[in-house]
């Protein structure tokens, strides 16, 4: 069964983020906001919580340097040493500044690997699944704002009047 959802729609930004405010005041949580470009402070006006995006992309640049460091000391150190230039083959502190190049690479192509993997995880666009959005003007030059009254502690009739109250052009039900 798919739980009952609220979408007030605005046509301003300015005007959401007046309307985040307003309704996260009157203690109702916002479940998101669709909207057809960035709004700056939607984030605090809905209270989003900060993402923890930042600490995947580093331990996804540790697991690279880490991999890395493994691969340049087997491959060059353990498996077959090799006297290129005169450089000790039997240590890898003594060789680090030549193996620097392909740390920094394999740091960033897994980093930027499992971003990748991670925001198509996190925003569900993996093909083949159904777009999320519910309603197209939000692509273009709607502001949805999503509200599931299960979760509230107010009923849906005082939902949608404080969206209507808040400068809601239009309020939908899914």
Not at 35 to 54: C, E, K, N, Y
Not at 60 to 83: C, E, H, K, Q, V
Not at 121 to 143: E, H, I, M, Q, V
Request: charged share 20%; glycine share 8%; hydrophobic share 45%.
């Amino acid at each position: 069964m798919s739980k009952k959802l609220i979408y007030g729609v605005f046509d301003d930004p300015d005007k959401t983020v007046a309307a985040g405010y307003k309704v996260t005041g009157a203690g109702i949580k916002v479940n998101t906001v669709y909207s057809p470009f960035p709004v700056h402070g939607i984030d605090d006006a809905i209270q989003l919580p900060r993402t923890r995006i930042s600490t995947a992309a580093f331990m996804f640049g540790l697991t690279g340097t880490s991999l890395a460091a493994l691969m340049t000391w087997y491959m060059l150190i353990y498996d077959w040493p090799m006297n290129i230039g005169g450089k000790p083959s039997f240590s890898f502190a003594e060789n680090f500044p030549s193996f620097v190049p392909v740390l920094f690479e394999c740091t960033v192509l897994l980093g930027a690997h499992g971003m990748i993997a991670t925001f198509f995880f996190l925003n569900r666009l993996a093909p083949g699944l159904s777009p999320r959005n519910p309603d197209k003007r939000s692509t273009d030059d709607k502001f949805i704002m999503e509200i599931e009254p299960a979760k509230q502690r107010i009923s849906e009739s005082e939902i949608k009047a404080l969206l209507k109250e808040a400068g809601a052009i239009e309020i939908n039900e899914n």
